[in-house]
Each structure stands twice: as structure tokens, then as C-alpha cells.
């Protein structure tokens, strides 16, 4: 088994509870927006981390991660991008990498809007986290935990990290 925290669209800022909720997760997954490589830094010291830029990375993040990361853990294929759209309203690009790819699982950042929904046309599960930092429209700052186990994603948690800085 294994448990993972998944957030997206940090924008250069970790809130500190994001530590506390994933203590006991195995690898946290970034799907973007992360703003600032000291944040793969910072992430990457205290788990295993996997990690995608979005389109407000600069260069030196984008050095650091890619922009699309398909694997595969415990038998479950994962897809995860920053851009990808939702159910029905895809990308091209992303669109066309699914059907290559078939995952079980996708996943993305970018809308800042928390979204866990069982795709029947694509076939797989899409997630997006949210988003959890301090910039963008969002009101309330989240983060999804779950585990991988069996072949299955199980033991899914919303965490509400309370509401984003007003900047």
C-alpha cells in the first residue's frame, strides 16, 4: 500500500499544515503551479516527491520537473499534467496523451477547483486537488489523501487547510 498526499497550485507558498497532513504519507504528488523551486526542495526533503510544472513556472522549475508525468504504482497507471481540463472538456494535447496512456488515474491543477469525479468515457478516476496556496481565486486552500492499494485508489480525505492569505 501506498498513501499519498496530492496538492497543486502552491504558487511559491507551502502552508506549514501541508507537513502535518501528509507526515505519514509515503510520496506527495505536485500537479503544478509550484512557484518556486525551494518548494521541490522543501517537499522533496520531507517525502518522495513527484511533481509536474504548470504554466506560471519559470525556468528553474521547469529544469527541475516535467510537464507530464505518467507511472505506474501497485498496478494503478497515473497520468498527471498541470493543464488538462475536466470530464468531457479535455485538452487536445492532454485528450490525445489519455487515450495513448489509458490511465486509471488522472490527474491535474490549474482550475484551483477541488474535483474528484469517475470519468466513464476516459475510463479512469479524475482528480484535481484544488489548489493550496495563497494566489489565485480559490477561497479555501485544500489538499486530497489517499492511499493506493490493491490496484485501487481507497481512503480518499478532502483536508481544507482553511481559507488562502488575502493578498
Same mark, same amino acid.
Given at each position: 500500500m501506498t498513501k499519498?498526499?496530492?496538492?497543486?497550485?502552491?504558487?511559491?507558498?507551502?502552508?506549514?499544515?501541508v507537513y502535518k497532513h501528509f507526515k505519514d504519507c509515503d510520496e506527495i504528488w505536485h500537479a503544478g503551479d509550484i512557484g518556486h523551486v525551494?518548494?521541490?526542495?522543501? @517537499?522533496?526533503?520531507?517525502? =518522495?516527491?513527484?511533481?509536474?510544472y504548470g504554466n506560471i513556472d519559470?525556468?528553474?522549475?521547469?529544469?527541475?520537473?516535467?510537464?507530464?508525468?505518467v507511472?505506474?504504482?501497485?498496478?494503478?497507471?497515473?497520468?498527471? =499534467?498541470?493543464?488538462?481540463?475536466s470530464p468531457g472538456?479535455?485538452? @487536445?494535447?492532454?485528450?490525445s496523451l489519455m487515450q495513448r496512456y489509458k490511465p486509471n488515474i488522472f490527474i491535474c491543477g490549474h482550475s484551483h477547483i477541488l474535483k474528484v469525479m469517475y470519468d466513464k468515457q476516459m475510463n479512469h478516476l479524475h482528480i484535481n486537488p484544488g489548489a493550496a496556496g495563497n494566489h489565485g481565486f480559490h477561497h479555501v486552500k485544500t489538499l486530497i489523501r489517499f492511499d493506493l492499494h490493491q490496484g485501487k485508489p481507497a481512503n480518499?480525505?478532502?483536508?481544507?487547510?482553511?481559507?488562502?492569505?488575502?493578498?
Open positions: 499519498v498526499g496530492l496538492l497543486s497550485d502552491t504558487h511559491g507558498f507551502v502552508d506549514p499544515a525551494q518548494v521541490i526542495d522543501d @517537499l522533496s526533503k520531507f517525502k =518522495t516527491l513527484r511533481a509536474v519559470g525556468h528553474v522549475v521547469r529544469s527541475a520537473v516535467p510537464e507530464d508525468l507511472f505506474e504504482i501497485d498496478g494503478i497507471k497515473i497520468f498527471m =499534467t498541470h493543464i488538462g481540463g472538456r479535455y485538452n @487536445l494535447r492532454v485528450k480518499m480525505e478532502v483536508i481544507e487547510l482553511g481559507k488562502r492569505a488575502q493578498l
